[in-house]
């Protein structure tokens, strides 16, 4: 932090901290990944130095190497030059030049660069294998969606009071995600403002993610066990997603609700010790489960 305070520079040794990533470098390279960058995203901005693409990959790197904030980038990537190095930079831009660029992008670089993500993840994901061989042998693959509260500033875009984990009366937006556990990728992911709940978002992202899979037909999505949380439980969107074929895992949206049910039972039996069911991996410890529930309304 001294050298970052009193501007400082430091030595350059000739190693770098993230070896690992500078080893990635010619295999992005290989791959062409950043090139669909700088060809598809165009940016009204004036050039001087840098590419106003490459101020792009900038920022890229700098999450590969731990910045959460635009500034880090001068203490964290800017010195780190055996690292640009190897992705073909002799320097990085100011953390304030980079700034101005994203400033200057618009909703139209949005959806450019969105685009440029999603043809690479077509083209190099490992989900749509895992998914075509589920379908070819009618077995089940399990897809994970959820919505993360992120605090922000009060002046950021969408920044809205909302709901954030043990923290009150702050300004946020909300990133909503859609996983595949089996290999961790993202298949798709939007942000919302700070008030934006998981149940309102949930057919915006179901489509995304059916659009990118290709679950075109319900025969296919017959195949997907959909994995969701309280928030997006309504019965709306359970009959939404039963409509369209998909096997549902969630949790029910009012825990109120949940408990008046179980109150309801008239008789219980004891559960199998394992179910026959491929989402179960480990045995379920023997434990009462209702026979008999409520109607759903």
Not at 13 to 41: D, R, Y
Not at 148 to 153: I, K, Y
Not at 176 to 201: F, H
């Amino acid at each position: 932090m001294a050298n970052r305070r009193t501007g400082k520079k430091r030595k350059q040794t000739g190693q770098t901290p993230h070896a690992s990533l500078a080893g990635f470098a010619p295999l992005i390279e290989s791959k062409e990944i950043f090139n669909k960058i700088h060809q598809q995203v165009e940016i009204g901005q004036k050039q001087l130095i840098y590419r106003l693409t490459d101020k792009l990959i900038f920022v890229v790197l700098g999450l590969l190497v731990g910045c959460e904030h635009i500034d880090e980038i001068n203490h964290k990537l800017r010195p780190d030059k055996v690292l640009l190095s190897a992705f073909g930079y002799s320097s990085c831009a100011n953390q304030s030049v980079i700034q101005d660029t994203l400033d200057s992008c618009t909703q139209e670089n949005v959806v450019e660069l969105k685009g440029v993500l999603r043809s690479l993840y077509i083209e190099h994901n490992q989900s749509q294998t895992l998914v075509t061989e589920a379908i070819e042998q009618s077995s089940t693959i399990i897809i994970d969606m959820d919505l993360t509260g992120r605090p922000v500033s009060p002046k950021a875009q969408g920044a809205k009071k909302g709901y954030f984990s043990k923290k009150r009366g702050i300004y946020g937006r909300q990133l909503a995600r859609v996983l595949v556990p089996d290999t961790q990728e993202i298949i798709a992911e939007e942000l919302y403002p700070g008030n934006r709940l998981s149940c309102q978002v949930f057919g915006e992202m179901l489509t995304e993610m059916e659009q990118v899979l290709s679950l075109s037909t319900k025969d296919k999505r017959q195949q997907v066990c959909l994995r969701l949380d309280g928030g997006f439980g309504t019965d709306k969107n359970i009959n939404h997603a039963l409509w369209k074929g998909y096997q549902l895992l969630a949790k029910m949206f009012s825990g109120n609700r949940a408990r008046v049910l179980a109150k309801s039972v008239e008789q219980w039996v004891d559960m199998a010790e394992k179910p026959d069911n491929s989402l179960y991996e480990n045995p379920i410890p023997k434990r009462k489960v209702a026979s008999t529930l409520s109607s759903w309304s």
